[in-house]
Nanobody
Framework: QVQLVESGGGLVQPGGSLRLSCAAS????????MGWYRQAPGKQRELVAA???????NYVDSVQGRFTISRDNAKNTVYLQMNNLKPEDTAVYYC?????????????WGQGTQVTVSS
């Protein structure tokens, strides 16, 4: 059974920091591209950051320079370090594991963790 379990969300003041973690089980973690998505109320889910199996990263423009995605394949865990948080970062953050195959793309999601940035 595949599980992606996020943790580390919470309430933080503007300018503060949080570190999200996503622990994976039931998959061969190292062969999956890992991503963090977020969804704010009334908005579509968007990709925030992703990291490939080789460690290459990409970010949505709005978080570039403030967020850092990393992975520890030995711990089957992906992280999202979020610094200088802004109210517009408020959303439910979801972890995703994605792998392309010769057939359909395989994709798994976590249950989400709430991040609220407010004074």
């Amino acid at each position: 059974q595949v599980q992606l379990v996020e943790s580390g969300g919470g309430l933080v003041q503007p300018g503060g920091s949080l570190r999200l973690s996503c622990a994976a089980s039931g998959i061969i973690f190292g062969i999956y591209v890992m991503g963090w998505y977020r969804q704010a109320p009334g908005k579509q889910r968007e990709l925030v950051a992703a990291i490939t199996t080789g460690g290459s990263t990409n970010y949505v423009d709005s978080v570039q320079g403030r967020f850092t995605i990393s992975r520890d394949n030995a711990k089957n865990t992906v992280y999202l370090q979020m610094n200088n948080l802004k109210p517009e970062d408020t959303a439910v953050y979801y972890c995703n594991a994605n792998r392309r195959t010769s057939g359909p793309t395989i994709s798994y999601w976590g249950q989400g963790t709430q991040v609220t940035v407010s004074s």
